[in-house]
Nanobody, 115 residues
Framework: QVQLVESGGGLVQAGGSLRLSCAASGSIFGATMGWYRQAPGKQRELVADITSEGRTGYVDSVKGRFTISRDNAKNTVYLQMNSLKPEDTFLYYC??????????WGQGTQVTVSS
């Protein structure tokens, strides 16, 4: 079992930035890490992910604005969010998956962007 704890969410004005962090209780070496987001009553949507080799992928709506990164030594994954828009308002969840265990999800951190 791997526990994931997200932090860094909050309220920000449109055009602002936030950096989300996800700290894992165990090693993230070899795991694909990602960030999903979800609005009430909607399906969870993949925002960005990063493989153990460092390959990244993004949903089209955040390309050029969001950057995912990982620090294996700290067992932490980050999501730098710039040029935030009101439509980026969601509950953001951290995700872990590996060939040996998972998937696991964090409890989520709320991001609210005001216009």
């Amino acid at each position: 079992q791997v526990q994931l704890v997200e932090s860094g969410g909050g309220l920000v004005q449109a055009g602002g930035s936030l950096r989300l962090s996800c700290a894992a209780s165990g090693s993230i070496f070899g795991a694909t890490m990602g960030w999903y987001r979800q609005a009430p009553g909607k399906q969870r949507e993949l925002v960005a992910d990063i493989t153990s080799e460092g390959r990244t992928g993004y949903v089209d709506s955040v390309k050029g604005r969001f950057t995912i990164s990982r620090d294996n030594a700290k067992n932490t994954v980050y999501l730098q969010m710039n040029s935030l828009k009101p439509e980026d308002t969601f509950l953001y969840y951290c995700y872990y998956n590996s060939p040996f265990k998972g998937p696991y999800w964090g409890q989520g951190t709320q991001v609210t962007v005001s216009s």
